[in-house]
């Protein structure tokens, strides 16, 4: 599904590793003296496509650039493809505010609750409620329980025979044991699970592993959103989903989405938080690809030959001038909803769903 690091060497001479050089974030060094204000190189964006715009311009004269084509039915927005990517589709602000609010707490919240796994699990085993310890201040310590069974209790884990467990900052003062505060645990999420679970060491779902199902409203926005995609008549089956997590300098290298049996079935990606460039090559690495804006509450999907087409995000935005969250902004004003504003100003979430069988 991701890149391999054995051929990283190779890949910097390809046209797609050249293109996420070219729009990662790298900072200027000599332009500021003081190191905790460093200021991004400037990247040149003229070539990045922007749906957006692109919608903005249709419905104010009718046209749009050669390349880019509408479809007008099976969907109650407009939906965007390319000529040259059969199988990609594009739906500028599908999600409505309200929804995109949703779904930010829930990823937070919500998605990473085991028995859901997240790159967490290797290290700390299941960690329950993340995001409130986070909150609350907490910390995570190590407790040594030689011969314990799962705690299943909702602050502590078990990994390799060690129990760790969510504690005050006073308390853990009188431990000596490992620690790890939960903020640096939160920011240091990456991916969590939902539905059937995806084996990273065996680069495929085990239908073994405990899980909950997709929650139903998660499946039917997604059963509404492929339609674009699917034959008439034939309805989406939501059956897993990723929820990846990028914070200021994170990217998501050039990938295959290649593990579901059927690929014709597309992949239905939801974007939440901070705006990102999202690269779309060819079936190889050596063909240029194109670069997009992606914003919180666009909608892609890749579906048929689009699946063997290369992607990646090598960028998001988190300064003011780029982010272009003002909407989320004011929708999470509220007092009970500044965790979760403070958490998507220098964020982006990605919620993809899959048919896996």
């Given at each position: 599904?991701?890149?391999?690091e ?7 001479r390809?046209?797609f590793?050249r293109?996420e050089?070219?729009y990662?974030?790298y900072?200027?060094?000599n ?7 460093k ?5 040149d ?12 311009c ?6 749009l650039?050669?390349f880019?084509?509408?479809i ?6 407009l ?13 500028p602000?599908?999600l ?10 829930e ?6 609750q085991?028995p859901?796994r ?10 329950h ?6 909150k609350?201040g907490k ?5 040594y329980?030689p011969?314990s069974s799962p ?21 853990e003062i009188s431990r000596k044991g490992?620690s790890v505060?939960?903020?640096?645990l939160?920011?240091k999420l990456?991916?969590?699970?939902l ?9 495929n779902y085990?239908v073994?592993?405990q ?5 139903e409203?998660?499946c039917d926005?997604a059963?509404?959103l492929?339609?674009?995609a ?6 989406f089956?939501?059956?897993?989903a ?5 914070g200021l ?9 290649d ?8 992949i239905v990606s939801?974007?939440?938080?901070c705006k990102?460039i999202f690269l779309l090559?060819?079936k190889?690495?050596?063909d240029?690809p ?14 048929g ?6 992607h990646?995000?090598?960028r998001?935005f988190?300064?003011?001038e780029n982010?272009?969250i ?8 509220h007092?009970d909803?500044?965790c979760?504003l ?12 899959r048919?896996?069988?």
């Amino acid at each position: 599904m991701y890149e391999s690091e054995s051929n990283r060497e190779d890949s910097e001479r390809t046209a797609f590793r050249r293109a996420e050089k070219n729009y990662k974030l790298y900072y200027d060094t000599n332009a500021c003296k003081n190191k905790k204000k460093k200021k991004p190189k400037p990247v040149d964006l003229t070539e990045v496509l922007d749906f957006r715009s692109f919608l903005e311009c249709h419905d104010r004269n009718g046209e749009l650039p050669p390349f880019v084509n509408i479809i007008h039915d099976k969907f109650s927005s407009l939906v965007f493809s390319l000529q040259n990517r059969p199988g990609f589709y594009f739906i500028p602000g599908a999600l409505s505010i309200e929804k995109q609010c949703s779904l930010i707490r829930e990823s937070l919240t919500d998605f990473p609750q085991p028995p859901n796994r997240t790159n967490h699990n290797a290290i700390y085993g299941p960690i329950h409620n993340l995001f409130d310890a986070a909150k609350d201040g907490k910390v995570l310590v190590e407790e040594y329980c030689p011969g314990s069974s799962p705690e299943k209790g909702p602050d502590c884990g078990h990994q390799d025979g060690k129990r760790w467990k969510f504690v005050t900052e006073k308390e853990e003062i009188s431990r000596k044991g490992k620690s790890v505060s939960a903020s640096a645990l939160l920011r240091k999420l990456r991916w969590s699970t939902l539905g059937l679970q995806f084996n990273w060491s065996r680069r495929n779902y085990d239908v073994s592993l405990q899980h909950n199902k997709i929650p139903e409203a998660l499946c039917d926005l997604a059963k509404e959103l492929a339609k674009p995609a699917m034959p008439v008549g034939v309805e989406f089956q939501p059956e897993a989903a990723i929820v990846n997590y990028f914070g200021l300098g994170d990217t998501l290298g050039g990938h295959l989405d290649d593990m579901e049996a059927d690929w014709s079935k597309p992949i239905v990606s939801l974007s939440l938080g901070c705006k990102a460039i999202f690269l779309l090559g060819g079936k190889t690495r050596e063909d240029p690809p194109l670069a997009m804006f992606l914003r919180s509450g666009d909608v892609v999907l890749m579906a048929g030959e689009a699946r063997e087409c290369f992607h990646g995000v090598p960028r998001i935005f988190t300064d003011e001038e780029n982010a272009e969250i003002d909407h989320l902004e004011a929708q999470l004003s509220h007092e009970d909803d500044l965790c979760f504003l403070k958490y998507i100003q220098t964020s982006r979430i990605n919620i993809n769903i899959r048919q896996v069988f």
